[in-house]
């Protein structure tokens, strides 16, 4: 399992699903991905795997992952990359068909750099894991596609795609079960990972230029960190 962090949940899941081996895995160090640890392993007794640089945050952990490491999870063989950004620790777990993404990547989104991050890093890992294939599904650490879309179709009103893809998001339900879009979705809806795009860049312009960072010369970077700050802002007029 990744982040159980309701571990009521996680623990009757397995309960149920009655594994040989159970593993958890940590994406980083944030509270609400490592809060349900503790009951989790007194309750299983499993293994955690989490970010070799994770000592420091106040979670066990049994196994200490590096970037390029190679990991079996139910199953799934796992190449873990460190995505550092939003925290400094974060990871992301690749397996053939899904991305578990932590909260580098959210649908219509991605995370902030509010607590203990670092916005130059976070565009770093988004372009050097922007060769990832496109058929990959993502698996995010939240679900904040509603408020998420809202911005993306708030700086593209234009878009009649994204306008569905937001209305979709809002009539979502926890029983439909997970939202678990392609890369190649997400780079179709997703302003964070089109920073090389020059209509994201000509918008921010004219929506957000005092975001834009002349000190920044990499147009990408300046383009996708105008973009979070914008995210920081905007406010979401609907749920
Ligand atoms: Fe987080």
Known sequence: ????????????????????????????????????????????????????????????????????????????????????????DHLIAIADSFVASGDLWFVGGCGHTRAGGHLPSLFDSFRRMSALPGHLRILPGHHYASQNLAFCADLFPEDEALAARLTAARSWRREDGPWLPTLDEERAFNPFHRFADPRVEARLKTRYADLLDPTLRDPEERTFSALRRARDLFVATAP
């Open 1 to 88: 399992m990744v982040d159980p962090v309701d571990a009521g949940v996680a623990i009757r899941a397995v309960r149920q699903l009655n594994p040989a081996r159970v593993r958890i895995l940590v994406t980083h160090g944030h509270p609400d991905h490592i809060a349900g640890n503790d009951e989790v392993v007194a309750a299983l007794g499993c293994e955690v795997l989490a970010p070799a640089v994770a000592a420091r945050w106040p979670t066990r952990h049994d196994v200490g992952l590096r970037d390029g490491d190679r990991i079996e999870l139910g199953g799934e063989p796992l190449e873990i990359r460190y995505a550092p950004g939003h925290t400094d």
